[in-house]
């Protein structure tokens, strides 16, 4: 699954974060282009879903943040906040 979120200039912390739900997603994140498991600029691959990515100064512009399931899963929460 992929997403878009539109950050403004001036945001001191961007924050993505997965939860509940069953199964073992991985979070990636990306700055402009969409993220690849072998090109992200940010990765989160814990077991499960609880995922997070803290970013602190992120640029301004276009981020994506792509949940790839490592095995099926499904009623994961994904949060975005700034």
Known sequence: ???ALEVPAGVERL???SYGGMGDVTMLV???VEP???DADYRSAR???NETIRIAAPAAGTWY???VGE???E???LQARH
């Open 47 to 49: 077991p499960g879903n």
């Open 36 to 38: 690849f498991a072998d």
């Open 1 to 3: 699954l992929l997403f």
């Open 65 to 67: 943040v792509k949940l």
């Open 75 to 77: 009623r994961v929460t």
């Open 15 to 17: 924050n993505f974060l």
């Open 30 to 32: 990306s700055h402009a």
């Open 71 to 73: 095995q099926r899963f």
